[in-house]
């Protein structure tokens, strides 16, 4: 049995607004109420200001507030779909999550790849990264050991 742990980088600040937007629209929610989350999230406005030097302000496209109670739902929701096509067990935990899977012969290790890749592609269409650092695997077999370098199969 292989376990990869990943944790997302910066994950309740990478949500993009218009992809979590997308995606709640695809569960129908009602109009009104879609509005509103719009709304709650697209009214920031952030600045950098250096020595005393301030940039002009711009609106701020990314994130939901995690001390917030909506923001960690609106999250959940937002990666909903990580395990769609997943062949292996995939658990979702807010911004930490586990992929387990058989690997004691090859075709059961090459599953764990093929997730590894697919779950790769779903961050590279949702703007948002892995924290390579974090992301660590576990080994628990009795017999031969099938490796798994994270880092070689699972870009971070």
Known sequence: MNVVYFVFSKAFHAVSHKILIEKLMKY????????????????GAQRVAISGTKSGWRPVTSGTPHVSILGPV???????????????????FADDSKLGGVA???????????DLNRLEKWADR???????GKCKVLHTMKHRRLPLDIRKHFSL
């Open 126 to 132: 949702n703007l948002t990264k892995f924290s390579k």
């Open 74 to 92: 609106l999250f959940n929701i937002f990666i909903n779909d990580l395990d769609d096509g997943a062949v292996c067990t995939l658990s979702k």
């Open 104 to 114: 004691d012969i090859p075709e059961g290790h090459a599953a764990i790849r093929r």
């Open 28 to 43: 129908r929610l009602n109009e009104q109420s879609l509005k509103w989350i719009e709304n709650w999230l697209n009214g």
